[in-house]
């Protein structure tokens, strides 16, 4: 069936510097792949998302590309901020019914 | 106003009693999910709903049951509660339709605690 890894955490970053939380997959065909951010407090929200190989999801300065040869979807970003603490998510959508199957999450701790 | 809410915020139960957590949402999806998040194992989703009169199990029903009693309205029950169904509660909805038909929008969830 379809899985997801992505990298454990908690990731702690100092403020400005460079992010990479890495996600590959497994999944049969042609899968969607997705980031999604849960802030404290709060449900997931979509970060960005790709639904092809070669595809650059992008939003907020991160940015993922879909890579089918070596099934990953690292999310990454140039330059973190306080704001962006937060766990994220990995997800796919394989074929048919919108189901998402969702990695364990990666908690990102930036300080200042 | 939220798209996407879930009634009760936090929920404290005892084990064996009877326990319902309520999703609605003003989207106007068809789609509807329910999903349960523990530490170290993301979301997994226990139940979906493609419209009124179709509901799907998910990778993790047992001990639960849901009831879509609209369009904007899908119940999670717990008819027996124990203890290691504690657990953040998550609602989802989705739009198999138009230009974001993969992305699906999360209530705030449902803490529930059983002792």
């Known amino acids: 069936g379809d899985s997801v890894t992505q990298m454990e955490g908690p990731v702690t970053l100092s403020e400005e510097a460079f992010l990479t939380i890495n996600c590959t997959y497994t999944?049969?065909?042609?899968?969607?792949l997705f980031w999604y951010v849960q802030y404290p407090g709060e449900g997931l929200q979509l970060l960005l998302k790709?639904?092809?190989?070669?595809d650059k999801g992008s939003n907020k300065g991160f940015e993922a590309t879909y890579r089918k040869e070596t099934t990953s979807f690292h999310l990454e970003k140039g330059s973190v901020q306080v704001s962006d603490s937060a766990v994220y998510f990995c997800?796919?959508?394989?074929?048919?019914?919108?189901?998402?199957?969702f990695g364990t999450g990666t908690q990102l701790k930036v300080e200042l | 106003d939220a798209d996407v809410t879930q009634t009760p915020r936090n929920r404290i139960t005892k084990t064996g009693k009877r326990i319902m957590l309520e999703c609605s949402q003003t989207k106007g999806h068809d789609r509807m999910y329910w999903y349960r998040q523990d530490p170290g194992l993301g979301l997994r989703l226990i139940y979906y709903s493609f419209d009124v009169k179709d509901i799907n199990k998910g990778e993790i029903s047992d001990g639960y049951s849901v009831s879509r009693q609209a369009q904007a309205k899908f119940s999670l029950s717990l008819e027996s509660a124990i203890p290691n169904q504690t657990a953040l509660y998550f609602c989802?909805?989705?739009?198999?339709?138009?230009?974001?038909?993969?992305?699906?929008?999360f209530g705030p969830g449902t803490r529930l605690t059983v002792l």
């Open positions: 999944a049969t065909g042609y899968p969607s």
């Open positions: 989802a909805t989705s739009d198999p339709s138009g230009a974001y038909t993969d992305t699906q929008y």
């Open positions: 790709a639904t092809k190989a070669d």
């Open positions: 997800a796919l959508r394989g074929g048919g019914g919108n189901k998402l199957t």
